[in-house]
């Protein structure tokens, strides 16, 4: 069986990192080398490797995932401002291969700038 990811080792307390938020679903805790003032993760309970793994049956859980991520934005005071990423693969700079949502903000988002 594969190893946990460490994400999920978060979700169960086996490692330590500062929740902001959980329900029955996913979590959010924040991120441990912040590219920005505010860069909190929004991880899914349920271990989907990548976007691309997700199924037919995850639909909900997607939507719950953007549902989150606009509450614990607004949690954050952060509403009015902030960018979401996700990415999906090593080549687009995924780490960690437990689904999660990046959520940045208090950064000077420039147009072109659609990278951290
Ligand atoms: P990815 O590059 O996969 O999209 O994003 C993974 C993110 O997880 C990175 O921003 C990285 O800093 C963060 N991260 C990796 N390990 C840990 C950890 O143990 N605790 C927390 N809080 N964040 C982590």
């Not at 614990?72 to 437990?98: C, E, M, P, Y």
């Amino acid at each position: 069986m594969a190893e946990d990811s460490i994400f999920t080792k978060i979700i169960n307390r086996e490692i330590p990192s500062e929740i902001l938020y959980e329900d029955e679903y996913c979590i959010a805790i924040k991120d441990i080398a912040p590219k920005a003032p505010t860069h909190v993760l929004v991880i899914p309970r349920r271990e989907i490797p990548k976007l691309v793994d997700a199924k037919a049956e995850d639909q909900e859980l997607l939507g719950h995932l953007m549902l989150a991520t606009a509450k614990v934005a607004k949690q954050l005071g952060v509403d009015d401002a902030f960018r979401v990423i996700i990415n999906n693969g090593s080549g687009a700079g995924q780490t960690v291969f437990h689904l999660h949502i990046h959520i940045l903000a208090q950064k000077n988002f420039s147009e072109s700038n659609l990278g951290f």
